[in-house]
């Protein structure tokens, strides 16, 4: 799957980043698994995966607060 853009998170949904981000856990996961048995072919696929799940968990963050404000 290719990497959405910063602008293009924050215009989802909490319920979609949040699928988005199990998607990516999976595919890390897979990722993993699957390269200590074969090559893997983009090397740095880990890497940008991981900052998409950082992205997208920061994100999560930021809505929390921001609702937790309004309460307040």
Known sequence: MATETLKEYRKMATDQLKSREEELRTELFNLR????????????????????????????????????????
């Open 33 to 72: 698994t699957g390269g200590a048995a074969e090559k893997v072919k983009d090397t740095t696929k880990a890497g940008k995966i991981k900052k998409d799940i950082a992205r997208i968990k920061t994100i999560l963050r930021q809505q929390e607060l921001e609702t937790s404000k309004k309460k307040a």
